[in-house]
């Protein structure tokens, strides 16, 4: 029988074991900086209840917000609505990916009240930063892994 202790030093090693990154991962405390793979609507709904559980005193965070353009796009952002007090839409350096623009025709029909879109992460992390919001980065695993890379010249501490 595995003990519990034994599972959360493993779960608390997953990136260091595994090389895998980006699941609820918290790049800066202060001013909080997530960044997360989730790229359908479950994976969303798992990270909005772990943001209530563990930063209970954050109403509203912004999202900055790439995927795929075959994913449930309104899903996700159904799934983010109630937490977002900014949608920040980009494009990714992907043919299969959701043009910025489609991204915030679909939180307009959503009734999101504050959309910024730009044409790439990079331009869309700039913007982010400079607002000092707590800050999401989430919708797809390419997302994360062009945003880590900019992340990384901007000096955070990132490890990939």
């Given at each position: 029988m595995i003990k519990t202790k034994n599972i959360e030093n493993g779960i608390k090693r997953l990136k260091e074991n595994t090389g895998f990154f980006g699941r609820i991962e918290l790049l800066r405390q202060n001013l909080p900086l997530i960044?997360?793979?989730?790229?359908?609507?479950?994976?969303?709904?798992?990270?909005?209840?772990?943001?209530?559980?563990h930063f209970p005193n954050i109403e509203k965070w912004n999202f900055v917000l790439a995927c795929m353009a075959d994913k449930d796009i309104s899903a996700m952002l159904k799934e983010i609505k109630k937490l977002c007090n900014e949608l920040i839409c980009c494009s990714l350096k992907i043919e299969r990916a959701a043009s910025e623009t489609l991204l915030e025709e679909k939180a307009k029909e959503n009734g999101f009240p504050a959309i910024k879109k730009y044409g790439t992460v990079k331009d869309a992390l700039d913007y982010a930063?400079?607002?000092?919001?707590?800050?999401?980065?989430?919708?797809?695993?390419?997302?994360?892994?062009?945003?880590?890379?900019?992340l990384k010249e901007k000096n955070f501490a990132v490890n990939i």
């Open positions: 960044i997360d793979v989730s790229h359908n609507p479950a994976g969303v709904k798992a990270l909005v209840e772990t943001l209530e559980l930063l400079l607002e000092e919001k707590a800050t999401i980065i989430a919708g797809s695993f390419y997302l994360i892994e062009e945003a880590l890379v900019l």
